[in-house]
């Protein structure tokens, strides 16, 4: 079963649009994350929400919105999509309280901005 | 400010060889310091984590060495396999939010 499951894989769309990206987890965990790869391979993270409240908001553009609608599911969506926004996203989850905090990651959204 | 400094950004092995990984981090309220090991069209999957209390730990073919004084950590793959190929990332994470800093990234290739 897969245990953090994001829609679409792939998305291509042009300059302006506005997407979105799903994330769904099936651990129980409390605790959602997103995270930018660039094409560099450099993993940072954008948000973190835990139990449904936005604790980590790092410096992104007001034009991503996390949306979280409930413990399980954490969504990103995107206005105005520019050619920097090209990279590949990935949602993760955790459970805290947890001696170690293993974040558990998608599969990932590549997302190409034309 | 990259807070977690990896190298090598690649790395080459022959089969049955060792390959090494180091980490340097900045802030010394990090407490837990995980790697994650990452195969391509994937996501990052956790492979093994310490926290600065010990200076080693072993799980199988990997190591992670610690040495809080200098604030450096290691990845030590031994006997590394084809299998092994992937790009592999330090962390380091503080405080409840445990959020995550990652290093940049090394790309090892184990040739067969």
């Known amino acids: 079963d897969t245990a953090v499951s994001q829609t679409p894989k792939y998305l291509v769309t042009q300059m302006g649009n506005d997407k979105s990206i799903k994330c769904e987890q099936n651990l129980g965990h409390d605790t959602m994350y997103w995270y930018k790869q660039d094409s560099k391979k450099f993993l940072k993270i954008m948000f973190s929400?835990?139990?449904?409240?936005?604790?980590i908001n790092e410096t992104v553009p007001n034009r991503f919105s996390p949306k979280s609608p409930d413990k399980a599911h954490l969504n990103l969506h995107i206005n105005s999509l520019e050619l920097g926004d090209s990279a590949v996203y990935f949602c993760a989850s955790s459970q805290t309280g947890r001696t170690y905090n293993e974040q558990f990651f998608g599969p990932g959204t590549r997302l190409t901005v034309l | 400010q990259q807070q977690v400094k990896q190298s090598p950004q690649s790395l080459i092995v022959q089969k049955g060889g060792i390959s090494i990984i180091n980490c340097a981090y900045e802030?010394?309220?990090?407490?837990?310091f995980p790697w994650y090991q990452q195969f391509p069209g994937k996501g990052p999957a956790l492979l093994i984590a310490?926290?600065?209390?010990?200076s080693e730990k072993k799980e199988g073919r990997f190591t992670i060495s610690f040495n809080k004084s200098a604030k450096q950590f290691s990845l030590h793959i031994m006997d590394s396999q084809p299998g092994d190929s992937a790009t592999y990332f330090c962390?380091?994470?503080?405080?409840?939010?445990?959020?995550?800093?990652f290093g940049s990234g090394t790309q090892l290739t184990v040739l067969p």
């Open positions: 929400y835990n139990n449904k409240e936005l604790i």
């Open positions: 802030n010394t309220a990090f407490d837990y």
């Open positions: 310490i926290r600065p209390d010990v």
């Open positions: 962390a380091a994470s503080k405080g409840s939010a445990r959020q995550l800093t």
